[in-house]
């Protein structure tokens, strides 16, 4: 990876460039396929090496809980005073038995579930991470947009568009609060448009308010049933990262019925839905 793009990408992600080197920075993304490859593959090795982080911490949790359980169950037994009892004793066997096997259930359960939850929950923050971190600002508001009325032809600012452009430009500049009010903003005169819908949904899931998220997704998936709505695959990638009890088994029907309507996402919807 060029020196440079490691430096400028480090620092665009950590929120350290300057406005204007900020908006250069992302001007250069739309024109520099090396540029934009270099940044997808950091961002993709920055999500593998907090996975493997987070499952070193799982790791030593689970050895933690081990050890504990030894304490408890072997370690702080009191001592039998002189009685011999055969190896070959039925309740010593028993004993030995369910001990045995409630060691191995615990370990059972750990890897079925919290191992299936980190899994999923690492594939939903991968993908946040790179595709959801920018908004490509394709929506043009030239300075003649021409407008029809009853008196003739005039020229007039879109003010609709304007808000959709300002907030895109503060999303991609991490200012969600300002981001937020224009897409909101937005909604309250054009209720029924789809980017306003979407772009509200991601500012909440960037800034992990996922009840808010999950509502602005479901009324998204609710608007039309065609192949280019986002709403139900961006639902299942909330409920995965908000993780309550619950969440993943519906996180799992979401996704399954994207794979079945052939909704926006569905290949990947097909390729998670072989991780719960």
Known sequence: MNTDYLEKIEAYLNNEMSPSDKKQFEADLTTDP????????????????RGYEKYKLQNNALKSTLSNLNN???????QAVAKVVPLYSRNIFKILTAVAASAVLLLVTYFAFFRSTADVQYLANA???????????????????????????????????????????????????????????????????EAAKKYTGMVY??????????????????????????????????????????????????????VKTKAEGSQEAARWLEEF
């Open 34 to 49: 090396e540029l934009q490859s270099a940044l997808q593959m950091y961002r993709t090795i920055d999500a593998d090496m």
């Open 72 to 78: 408890k169950y072997f370690e702080n037994e009191p």
């Open 127 to 193: 993908y946040v991470k790179e595709n959801l971190q920018h908004i490509n600002q394709t929506v043009s508001v030239p300075e003649d947009t021409l407008q029809f009325g009853l008196a003739g032809r005039y020229t007039v600012k879109n003010p609709g568009l304007d808000s959709l452009e300002a907030g895109i430009t503060a999303f991609n500049n991490q200012e969600f609060n300002s981001a937020l009010r224009y897409f909101q903003g937005l909604l309250k005169t054009h209720p029924d448009d």
């Open 205 to 258: 899931l960037r800034t992990k308010a996922y009840d808010q998220a999950l509502r602005e997704f479901t009324e998204l998936a609710h608007k039309q049933e065609s192949s280019d709505n986002p709403g139900l695959f961006l639902q299942a990638v909330t409920l995965m990262l908000r993780n309550q009890p619950g969440d993943q088994h519906e996180a799992k029907q979401v996704l399954q019925q994207v």
